[in-house]
Structure formats: C-alpha cells, structure tokens
C-alpha cells in the first residue's frame, strides 16, 4: 500500500488584491453526452467535511461528472461512511458496483487550518491507489477539492487534469465590457478590467501570472499586459495603427502581435516587455492571429495572401516560406496548436455556419467538432482534451465546450450578458509533497 503523502499548498490565483471590483455570479455548466466508455468512481461524503460550506465530495463528484468521462457511482445505504484504509468493506462496495472508491475526512487544525485526507482504492484488487493529505486554510477547501481531482484524473486516464486552471473570458452588459477571470468550472469569477469601449483577445502567459488583451479604451486597438497578482497594468504595443491579436511564446519572453504600422496587417515578435520589435511576415495580404507551437519553432496564422482566409504555417525564425495548412473550403481562421503539437483546432466555414474544427497537422485531416451557427475564438485546456468556445443561443453570447473527439459537450452560461473571446490558462505545479510514513 503506497504511503500517505502530506501536501502543503500554496493556492495561486487568489486574486486578492484586484477582488475589489464585484464579482458577479458563476457560470452554469450543462454537460450534453459523454466519452465512449465512462470510468466508474465513487466519491463518498468525507468525514466531517459537512461542517464546512464547501463540501470536498461533492466538488469532486462534480468535476469529475463534468469531465464527462467518469460515470459516479450509488453512495448505497450503509451507513457511516468509510473515512479509513481499515474501515473499507469491501465486499460491501463490490456488491454495490463501485469499482474505484474514494474516502477522507476533513480535520481541524490550530491556527484556523484544515488537513484534508482523502484515498482512492481499486475495490477489485483491494490496493489503495491514490493517497493524499492537505494542510490549508478554509477558504481554501475548493481549490483543494479541484487538486484532489486532478489527481484522481490523472491516476485513471493517464492525463494531467485541469480542474484547478483558470479561464478568462469577456463579458458585455449594456455598452461595458468586463474581462473576468473564473475557475475552470466557473466558479468564483473576478472582474479584473472593465470599460465601456471593446476588449479582445485575451491570452495567458504561459506561467499563468499575466494575461495579455486588447483594449478599444482610447479609440484605438492597444496591446496590455495585466498582473493578475497586483492588477497593475502595463503597455505592451501602442504603435501608429492597430495593434492587435497577442500570443505568448512558450517560455513567456516574446509575443506574436499583428501590427498595421507599416502600412497592412503583419505578424512582428516582441518582447514581453515591449521592447524588440522584429517583423516576421512581409506580404502585401494581412497577416494576423498568430500562435505558437508548443515548443516555439513555428507560428500558426491567418492570411488571406490566397484569396480567402486560410491557415498558414511558418518557422519563428523566418527561414523559409509560409507554409498554407487548411485547403477545404474558403474560410479558416484563427488556429491554435493542441499540447502536443501535433494537431491545431480553428474555425471552419461549413455550409453558412462557423464552426470549430480540429486538423492533423502530418494527415491533413479535419473533423468538424461542433454546430453552431456562429462559434468562435478556440481555446484548448492545457491537457489538449477540451476545447473551450465562444457562441450563442437565441442571440445571447455564452461559451462552449467539446472535447478533442468530439464526444464531450458542455455550455456554459451566466445569469445575464453575453460572454465572448475565452482564454484557458496554463497547468500550474504549486504543490510541495512530504512523505508521511
């Protein structure tokens, strides 16, 4: 049986010091179908975990149902619940149908913490899987429910999980814009900018400690990169002409722009710090909406230069020709590369409607993922197995969500405006583990 493993965390994101504009309600997820085979789980309720308002068990359950590749299993009727390795009856569970059983409980500890405690067990082979302790503070008990899924995703898909990301998104009421930061199933949303002229484009860098946008707010476009930490805000490029579409190289020194200072829509690199304009494309088409490949040789791109919109593909350090990546239809735009580099997802016209899309880079092969009427602006979760979307029902804008294959569907919605241009943010190792024996 694998020891104990105590983790002290050191929660990221709390955006602490930008909170003092209102946060609004959570988004609401819906999850339409699920994977091919769904991994049984059962997550009971954890040992006094009912004394406090975040209910580690249900979070889980939550996420891990949202996935849409885990199928949660009957809590039965015996009663109390198991919150020890000795305390499992197995036989019980297997007669139940559980085939992975999660237990704990949440202890009080001095200085107003608490230490989470949870194992996974394999009710068939009787071995503990997982087996974890978490030493925070209170308001820190669903971020902490969002770790323990992630590893229980990990352990039984072989994927890293993302329930303790962040997404940025864009929100529109009335004539003001909000660029808000939430948790990755909604939750606990911020306003971190607002203004009554447009912003676009947001992206994380890849350490998940800024997000660079476009703002409208002085009638024109203008690249900012904001601290999600302090909130503070600094001018990336404010050039003559537009400055638009930001993409953060993978080691978050450099930036793809799209600039008009010298006339047209060109690709330029930058440093984070908005010194080091160099240009990378020189075409009399426009040029725009780059993006990295993961491991910062090539740039994904936009570029009319054939006649339509079409994907483009090129080396950073401009040797050789733009390479052209999409060939069906007359209308394919805004690409993003997959983790592993291996495929891109963008917008594909198909047949009047605007819909996601997802290509082999090597094959050539695209599948259709969604089919809505107007989709937009894709976003993979930093595992490649999600991708977050931009749409609309009955004229309101909200955000979507389809997995990799296709099979996994989700929308996500808030209480009123419309939410537009998604951002997933980057996988974040903040975890410090001490054996305990």
């Not at 500890?109 to 503070?137: A, H, I, N, T």
């Amino acid at each position: 049986m694998r020891s104990l493993i105590i983790v002290k965390t050191c929660i990221l994101f709390q955006l602490l010091l930008i909170g003092s504009l209102p946060a609004h309600a959570q988004l609401t997820i819906d999850v339409i179908g699920g994977g091919a085979s769904q991994i049984p789980i059962t997550v009971v309720p954890l040992g006094k975990e009912q004394r406090y308002e975040q209910k580690i068990s249900e979070i889980v359950s939550a996420d891990l149902r949202r996935s849409g590749l885990f199928r949660l299993g009957s809590l039965g009727s015996k009663r109390p619940f198991p919150t020890q390795a000795k305390e499992v009856d197995y036989g019980y569970w297997r007669s139940e149908g559980a085939q992975n059983l999660v237990i704990g409980d949440v202890v009080a500890r001095p200085g107003g913490k608490v230490e989470v405690r949870f194992r996974m067990f394999d009710v068939s082979s009787r071995q503990q899987e997982l087996g974890f302790s978490f030493l925070v503070d209170v308001r820190e008990l669903r971020a902490t429910a969002h770790k323990i899924s992630d590893l229980i995703y990990e352990k039984l898909t072989g994927d890293a999980g993302v329930f303790s990301t962040k997404i940025c998104y864009v929100v529109k009421r009335n004539k003001t814009f909000e660029l808000q930061i939430a948790d990755a199933d909604g939750y606990n949303p911020q306003v971190v900018h607002r203004y009554d002229e447009p912003i676009i484009s947001p992206q994380w860098s890849p350490d998940g400690t800024r997000v660079a946008y476009v703002s409208f707010e002085k009638r024109k476009a203008i690249i900012y990169v904001l601290n999600v930490f302090d909130g503070r805000r600094t001018v990336l490029a404010d050039f003559s002409g537009s400055n638009s579409a930001p993409a953060w190289s993978p080691d978050g020194k450099r930036l793809a722009v799209t600039l008009t200072k010298d006339g047209v829509s060109q690709l330029y690199l930058i440093n984070a710090d908005g010194r080091g304009v160099r240009r990378l494309t020189y075409s009399q088409s426009i040029d725009t909406e780059p993006n990295f490949s993961p491991d910062g040789r090539y740039l994904l791109f936009t570029s009319d230069r054939a006649g339509s919109p079409q994907i483009y593909r090129m080396r950073v350090d401009g040797r050789g020709e733009p390479r052209r990546m999409t060939f069906e239809g007359r209308y394919n735009v805004t690409a993003r590369h997959s983790a592993d580099g291996k495929s891109f997802v963008f917008i594909h016209r198909n047949q009047g409607r605007f819909n996601v899309a997802i290509q082999d880079i090597a094959t050539r092969q695209v599948q259709i993922l969604t089919a809505g009427r107007l989709d937009q602006s894709p976003t993979f979760a930093p595992n490649g197995k999600m991708i977050l979307y931009a749409s609309e029902i009955k004229g309101r804008g909200i955000l979507a969500a389809v997995s990799s294959d296709g099979r996994v569907k989700q929308r996500i919605t808030a209480q009123d405006g419309d939410i537009r241009e998604p951002a997933w943010g980057p996988l974040m190792n903040n975890r410090r583990k001490e054996s305990l024996e």
